[in-house]
């Protein structure tokens, strides 16, 4: 079981907004502001697309934003294109020099 | 633009040490204020964070792992190293090397296989 919350499947239609839940305890996600998102292709390794809760890094686009509120963050998609198919795992600084992860959400886009 | 490429068998028996190397190319280990980190993913599941080595040779390693890792770097080579003793078949996974800050790795490795079997 992971340390993080996620649905494990999330679906719009192209050109739709999805946004999807990381949910934590007051232990990490509530309490430090170091929330980052990745997006794995089948068969590739992740990317960073977010990282301290809303910094996108240079290259990603800003269809890509993250959000955070109370113990939850949130990473939203607008404008689905098919190229966002993909997994997303979401991972947060726990203290004590851990890092955890979500369990992962797999996006379709219909 | 930095790459990082993992290298080691594919094929480790229960209870022996799984090591595997990560080659560093356009950057390097020893400077710099970055972290080099190894996480990895059992097939069809999620990642799980295993530990890093900071540019000073300092570590930090997942509490649940900790008593069976060792992350070193090599900085002749351009390399850093993972190995994790007493292997069973739950260490099964694809295993990444990555680069970043402490909280966040923005380049990867393509990860390799590493099967724990008899």
């Known amino acids: 079981q992971s340390a993080l919350t996620q649905p494990p499947s999330a679906s719009g239609s192209p050109g739709q907004s999805v946004t999807i839940s990381c949910t934590g305890t007051?232990?990490?996600?509530?309490?430090?502001?170091?929330v980052s998102w990745y997006q794995q292709h089948p068969g590739k390794a992740p990317k960073l697309i977010i990282y301290e809760v809303s910094k996108r890094p240079s290259g990603v686009p800003d269809r890509f934003s993250g959000s955070k509120s109370g113990n939850a963050a949130s990473l939203t998609v607008s404008g689905l294109q098919a190229e966002d198919e993909a997994d997303y795992y979401c991972?947060?600084?726990?203290?004590?020099?851990?890092?955890?992860f979500g369990g992962g959400t797999k996006l379709t886009v219909l | 633009q930095v790459q990082l490429q993992e290298s080691g068998p594919g094929l480790v028996k229960p209870s022996e040490t799984l090591s595997l190397t990560c080659t560093v190319s356009?950057?390097?280990?020893?400077?710099?204020?970055?972290?080099w980190s190894w996480i990895r993913q059992p097939p069809g599941k999620g990642l799980e964070w295993i530990g890093y080595?900071?540019?000073?040779?300092?570590?930090n390693y997942n509490p649940s792992l900790k008593s069976r890792v060792t992350i070193s770097g090599d900085t002749s080579k351009n390399q850093f190293s993972l190995k994790l003793t007493s292997v069973t078949a739950a260490d099964t996974a694809v295993y990444y090397c990555?680069?970043?800050?402490?909280?966040?790795?923005?380049?990867w490795g393509q990860g390799t296989l590493v099967t724990v079997s008899s």
């Open positions: 991972s947060s600084y726990a203290g004590s020099n851990n890092l955890v």
């Open positions: 356009g950057g390097s280990v020893s400077s710099g204020s970055y972290y």
């Open positions: 080595i900071y540019h000073t040779g300092s570590t």
């Open positions: 990555a680069r970043g800050d402490w909280n966040h790795c923005d380049y």
């Open positions: 007051s232990s990490d996600v509530g309490i430090y502001n170091f």
